[in-house]
C-alpha cells in the first residue's frame, strides 16, 4: 500500500513538474473567417431555395490556460454577420393581350430574391485543446456564443419578365419588358428578437502561433417575435484563422 501511495504522489510530482516547465502560449488571439450563413426558416415558407450567403468575420480573444499550450479557455468579443440569400422561381404564365386591335401572346416570368443581412457582436467562450508537437499541434474547440444584433437589413426584390409575342418581329417574335419592385425593411423592429445565443465547434491544425481549420456554429435561441407558427435559427458554417500574440496592453 505504501508502495501504491508513493508511486502515485511521484507520478502526479512529476506531472506538475512536466506542466511546469511547459513554456505559456501569448495571452491574446486574434481571429477571422469567412462564412457561409444560413437561417432555418419555418416561419417563412415562401423564400425559395436557400444560398450560402458568404460573411466576414474578426475579433479577438483572451487566451486563459489550464495546462500551457494544451487545455485553454478563450474568452472573447468578435463581429459576426449572419443571414441569408434565397431565390424564389414561379412557373411560367401566358397571358393574351389586345395591343393594336391585335391579339397578341405574352408569357410572365416572376422571380424573386430575398437578401436578409444581420449584423451581430458576439461573445464567444470557447474550451480549447491543442495535442502534438512543439510546432505543428491538432487543435479543437467547443463552447458557446452569446449576441445581439446590432442592425439588420431585409432586401426583396420582386421581379417579373414579360416576353410578348410579336409576329410582325423577324427576331424570334420576342419583346422582353421587365419590372423591378425592391422593398428593403429593418427585420430587428418587426420580425426578429435581438438576441441570439448557440453553440460553436471548430477544429483545425496549428502550426507555430497561427492556426487554420474548419468551424461551424448553429443557433439555439428562437429569434421568431411573430408569437406563433415556428422557430427561426441562425446557423454558419466556414474557413478560420487565429493568431496568437502577446500583450497588447
Request: net charge positive; glycine share 8%; charged share 20%.
Amino acid at each position: 500500500m505504501k508502495k501504491i501511495c508513493f508511486l502515485s504522489i511521484s507520478l502526479a510530482l512529476l506531472s506538475t513538474s512536466l506542466f511546469a516547465q511547459r513554456e505559456s502560449d501569448p495571452k491574446w488571439v486574434f481571429k477571422m473567417g469567412l462564412n457561409g450563413t444560413d437561417m432555418n426558416r419555418n416561419l417563412v415558407e415562401n423564400t425559395g431555395d436557400p444560398v450560402l450567403k458568404p460573411a466576414f468575420t474578426f475579433g479577438f480573444a483572451r487566451n486563459i490556460e489550464f495546462v500551457p499550450k494544451l487545455l485553454s479557455l478563450n474568452v472573447g468579443l468578435r463581429y459576426s454577420p449572419r443571414g441569408y440569400w434565397s431565390q424564389q422561381k414561379f412557373d411560367e404564365q401566358v397571358v393574351y393581350r389586345k395591343v393594336d386591335n391585335t391579339r397578341r401572346a405574352s408569357t410572365i416570368v416572376p422571380r424573386n430574391r430575398s437578401w436578409n443581412s444581420l449584423h451581430y457582436v458576439d461573445v464567444p467562450i470557447d474550451l480549447v485543446l491543442q495535442v502534438g508537437g512543439e510546432r505543428t499541434k491538432f487543435y479543437a474547440s467547443a463552447g458557446g456564443y452569446v449576441g445581439l444584433g446590432v442592425y439588420g437589413k431585409n432586401t426583396i426584390r420582386y421581379r417579373t419578365v414579360e416576353f410578348v409575342h410579336d409576329s410582325t418581329s423577324s427576331n424570334l417574335g420576342i419583346i422582353p419588358d421587365q419590372r423591378d419592385l425592391t422593398r428593403k425593411v429593418d427585420p430587428f423592429k418587426s420580425d426578429l428578437k435581438r438576441l441570439d445565443y448557440g453553440i460553436n465547434l471548430a477544429v483545425g491544425i496549428r502550426r507555430n502561433y497561427t492556426v487554420f481549420g474548419l468551424t461551424y456554429s448553429q443557433g439555439l435561441a428562437n429569434l421568431s417575435n411573430l408569437g406563433s407558427g415556428g422557430s427561426i435559427t441562425n446557423r454558419s458554417f466556414g474557413l478560420f484563422i487565429n493568431y496568437f500574440f502577446d500583450d497588447a496592453f
